[in-house]
């Protein structure tokens, strides 16, 4: 993948950045959905809730019909017993009358009258017993309301019956006592008037004290009966309901199953029941709500991820990779691609393809004209080079002819040493148009051909030559100076090399590399017994010394001579000099360049 095309995937990428755009897009879209899923959720579960309880109330519809007759009988008893107890035959006319209650209706086993203070007064069966103990009555005592109990042995039939009673008042309000009348058990829970179309797991019947009154389903058909701990839920009490208004959640039951439950009062303030449904009958419930809520806008945003993912994919990743391979495909090996399919790509990502054609096709036509014009300049370059090389030999063979017809030995010297100076140019012109390339120079090889043209014409057969120069890769504005300053330094020294006691006169060359930029260039020469110094003759600090201290500031090194008993040591130090340095060097050093040349520094010296 070419450079920079992971990014489309990191946390600056166009896919990252396309994301979380969609994503503040789809925000209000999403919070729309999720409002409007709320409120949907909210009404469903309204209609859930009504619907549980409806089925609740259907359940119990035979049972309620059967407690409120109960009730309607205990209040008409209710008016007619006290004022059969004011009569002096009261006990014997109010049993004989409930009597005839329970004998004459198949609903009531048993009919009673209780005092106020808990003293049963008159019965269907003539008993007349203290019930101020029994818990039930004892409430009622505390509390006068309507109440349904069930005792397991009824005092006619001797099985389980449903005891239903109610306070009786007098025209003036005041508490004369309480009706109670039973019911066989079998009766209350076969009252249901038949099977539902929906059928609960279970139905738990309670009073106004929270004692349940019945819980088990009367539905014959109902195969599924759970026990007790399935029909109630687990952190409510049953008294939480009593006085409430009719209720529908979900919640855990005793055993910890997640099951819906409907509370609804059969006889309000007297008799309640708790209806278990499986989760979700009839349609979504609170427990719903939040997945429901939720899971629609997230799917909506997932699936519109996921579209934009593809259509960003087809569209706009995959032509960009292509771009990028191709870009990179050019950088590399400047191979010109061609043109895609207007159908591969959008009309946009075509056009930036056709400029890049047109650009990249434009910079290869520019490369070639441009390798063509250094092609050329390199040609000149080295004619230049070659011409100036034959002319300076042919400078030389003239100098020959002149020192051959010369009868002054000094003129001999001067002519021969200048000689050498115009041969060692014509070494520096000739290596530069052999060398490949103009704009860098070894400078080993440089100075090795010149100092060995140096040794060959001017040294003594007997001296002994050291050379060790290291690779030095220079710039011709540093190559030439270090060139002309190691001729005249080599130059000078084979001038004054002598042979101390007895030894062969020996020559050092040194170039050497101190670290990646500095570079010492040494030459030394041994003396003659008892040269302690250099001889007094004027060219001895005259025109070798100056052409010296000028190369030294063109180069940029730091010159510094020492002499002992024995050698002479000049050592010139400088740093390898880049493009742009060299090109400030040239701009701050006219002069300097100008006394490069043997004749412009012969003439600073006059």
């Not at 009673?165 to 038949?194: C, M, Q």
């Not at 090795?448 to 060959?456: A, D, M, S």
Request: charged share 25%; aromatic share 4%.
């Amino acid at each position: 993948m070419a450079p920079g095309l992971n990014g489309l995937w990191t946390g600056r990428g166009l896919a990252v950045r396309l994301v979380a755009m969609l994503t503040i897009a789809l925000l209000p879209i999403g919070a729309i959905a999720i409002w409007q899923s709320i409120l949907s959720l909210k009404n469903a579960q309204e209609r859930t809730e009504l619907l549980l309880l409806s089925l609740t109330d259907q359940e119990v519809l035979g049972e309620a019909r059967l407690v409120y007759s109960a009730l309607g009988a205990a209040e008409a008893l209710g008016a007619v017993v006290p004022d059969l107890l004011d009569d002096p035959d009261a006990p014997e006319a109010c049993n004989r009358h409930l009597g005839e209650v329970a004998a004459h209706t198949d609903l009531f086993a048993f009919a009673a009258f209780v005092l106020p203070e808990g003293l049963m007064a008159c019965s269907s069966t003539g008993q007349m017993i203290d019930l101020s103990r029994v818990p039930s009555i004892r409430s009622l005592l505390a509390r006068p309301r309507g109440r349904v109990d069930v005792i397991a042995r009824g005092t006619v039939t001797g099985a389980p019956e449903l005891f239903v009673t109610r306070p009786a008042y007098n025209s003036e309000g005041t508490l004369k006592g309480y009706v109670s009348l039973s019911i066989p058990y079998d009766r209350f829970v076969s009252a249901s008037d038949g099977p539902a179309r929906d059928q609960p797991l279970g139905l738990v019947m309670f009073n106004a004290d929270g004692q349940i009154i019945s819980a088990e389903n009367p539905v014959d058909a109902l195969t599924d009966r759970l026990p007790r701990e399935e029909r109630l839920p687990r952190e409510d009490s049953l008294l939480d309901f009593v006085g409430g208004p009719p209720a529908a959640f979900t919640a855990e039951n005793l055993s910890g199953r997640r099951v819906s439950f409907a509370v609804t009062p059969v006889v309000p303030d007297v008799l309640y029941a708790v209806g278990t449904w499986e989760k979700g009958n009839g349609g979504v419930t609170a427990y719903d709500l939040p997945i429901a809520t939720w899971g629609a806008p997230i799917v909506m945003w997932v699936v519109s991820l996921l579209v934009a993912a593809v259509a960003m994919h087809r569209q706009v990743l995959r032509p960009i990779r292509k771009l990028g391979r191709q870009m990179a495909r050019f950088a590399k090996e400047r191979h010109l691609p061609e043109a895609s399919e207007p159908k591969e790509m959008p009309r946009e990502l075509l056009q930036i393809e056709a400029d890049f054609l047109a650009m990249a096709s434009t910079l290869i036509e520019d490369e070639e004209a441009l390798e063509d014009a250094l092609r050329d300049k390199n040609v000149l370059l080295k004619e230049v080079h070659h011409r100036v090389k034959n002319n300076l030999q042919l400078i030389s063979s003239i100098m020959s002819m002149q020192i051959r017809r010369a009868h002054s030995v000094e003129t001999k010297a001067v002519l021969g040493r200048l000689q050498q100076r115009v041969l060692g140019l014509a070494t520096i012109h000739r290596n530069l148009y052999q060398t490949e390339n103009l704009g860098r120079v070894n400078a080993a090889d440089l100075l090795r051909e010149i100092i060995n043209q140096l040794v060959i014409v001017g040294g003594d057969r007997a001296l002994q030559t050291e050379v060790s120069l290291n690779d030095v890769i220079l710039e011709p504005d540093q190559a030439v100076p270090l060139s002309l300053l190691s001729a005249e330094a080599v130059t000078n020294a084979l001038k004054y090399v002598g042979n101390p006691e007895g030894e062969p006169p020996r020559l050092w060359i040194t170039l050497k590399r101190d670290s990646d930029e500095d570079i010492r260039l040494e030459v030394v020469n041994t003396l003659p017994p008892g040269n302690m110094k250099l001889p007094e003759d004027p060219e001895a600090s005259g025109l070798g010394t100056l052409l010296i201290d000028a190369f030294c500031r063109q180069l940029g090194a730091v010159s510094d001579t020492s002499k002992n008993d024995e050698t002479y040591r000049l050592t010139a130090r400088f740093q390898v000099r880049n493009h742009e340095e060299s090109a400030v060097a040239d701009n701050r050093s006219d002069h300097l360049k100008h006394l490069s040349t043997p004749k412009a520094a012969a003439e600073a010296a006059e």
